[in-house]
C-alpha cells in the first residue's frame, strides 16, 4: 500500500470513528439509549473486523481510546488488552457474519418499543417516516433459543444466541443474501437495528422509537372510544415500498440536525 493510500485510509477511518462516537451522542440524546445499548460499524477496509466502544455508556464516549475492533467470526478483541467491551458484542458479530452489506449495527432498550416485545401486538409503520419497518417486526424470544448452561437473563452473550436473533430478520429475495427485515424486537428486552451505514442506522433506531410511539397513542385512543369502528390504518405493502426508497435519500437531512443538538448541547465530547 502506497504512503497516499494509506495516509487516504487513515482519514477515512478517522471519520468512521467520529461518526460511531457522534451517533452514540445521538442516539442517548433522542433517549434511544441510556445507559445501555451501543452503535456498531462494520470496518471500512477490513470487513471481517466490526468496531464498537469499550463497556461504557454511549454517551460518554468521546475519543478512539473508547473503540475497540472485534473478530466478527468470534466476537473477540482483535487486541487481547483492549478494554473490556459489551457483554452482547455477538448480537454485533453475528450480524455482521449473516448479512455481508450490513454495515452497522444498533442495540436498544427502548421503552417506547419494549412493549411491542411482550403485548402480542404488532409493531407496524404507520407513518412515512418509518415505512422500512414494513408491514411487521419480527420478534426473537430469547426462551427459544437458550440452551441449558446459558443464564436466563436475556442477554445475548455469545454467538449461538446471536445466531438465533441473526436469523429472525431473514434473507430477501435478492441476490446478495440481504436481510428481509432491517428491525427485529427482542421479547423483554429491547430491539436491534440493521443499517449500511452508522447515519442510516441511527436513523431507522430513532424513527423506530417515534412510530412506536404513535402506534402507541393510536392504539390508546381506540381503546378510549367505544364509537372507533374502522381499523388503525397502517401503511400498505405499496406505501411501505416508497417510503423506504425515498427516506433513503434523505437521511443526511436528520443527521445534520442532531448532529448540531449534540454539539451545542455541552453534554458529549467527540476528539476523533
Not at 58 to 71: A, F, R
Not at 82 to 108: N, Q, T, W
Not at 194 to 199: C, D, K, R, V, Y
Amino acid at each position: 500500500m502506497s504512503t497516499t493510500q494509506s495516509s487516504s485510509e487513515s482519514v477515512i477511518l478517522q471519520q468512521y470513528y467520529r461518526d460511531l462516537i457522534s451517533g452514540s451522542h445521538i442516539l442517548h440524546y433522542h433517549n434511544v439509549v441510556d445507559a445501555f445499548g451501543h452503535l456498531s460499524v462494520r470496518h471500512p477496509f477490513k470487513p471481517e473486523i466490526f468496531i464498537m466502544s469499550r463497556n461504557a455508556a454511549p454517551g460518554v464516549i468521546s475519543s478512539p481510546n473508547d473503540l475497540v475492533e472485534y473478530n466478527i467470526e468470534d466476537a473477540r478483541a482483535v487486541d487481547p488488552n483492549a478494554a473490556a467491551g459489551f457483554a452482547e458484542r455477538c448480537i454485533h458479530s453475528e450480524c455482521y457474519k449473516r448479512y455481508p452489506d450490513v454495515h452497522s449495527v444498533i442495540h436498544s432498550h427502548s421503552e417506547a418499543v419494549v412493549p411491542y416485545t411482550i403485548s402480542g401486538v404488532s409493531l407496524r409503520a404507520c407513518y412515512h417516516m418509518a415505512g422500512f419497518l414494513g408491514t411487521s417486526v419480527p420478534v426473537w424470544d430469547f426462551a427459544d433459543a437458550q440452551q441449558p448452561d446459558d443464564i436466563s437473563d436475556l442477554l445475548v452473550r455469545n454467538t449461538h444466541l446471536g445466531s438465533s436473533l441473526a436469523a429472525t430478520f431473514g434473507t430477501s429475495d435478492s441476490k446478495d443474501g440481504s436481510p428481509q427485515h432491517v428491525v427485529a424486537l427482542m421479547r423483554g428486552h429491547g430491539l436491534t437495528v440493521l443499517a449500511a451505514g452508522i447515519q442510516d442506522c441511527v436513523m431507522r433506531a430513532i424513527y423506530t422509537q417515534k412510530n412506536a410511539a404513535i402506534q402507541t397513542t393510536a392504539l390508546s385512543m381506540r381503546a378510549a372510544d367505544s364509537s372507533a369502528t374502522a381499523p388503525i390504518k397502517y401503511l400498505s405493502q405499496k406505501e411501505v415500498a416508497d417510503t423506504t426508497s425515498w427516506i433513503k435519500t434523505s437521511a443526511h437531512r436528520p443527521w445534520g440536525l442532531w448532529l448540531r443538538e449534540v454539539e451545542a448541547c455541552g453534554l458529549y465530547a467527540n476528539s476523533a
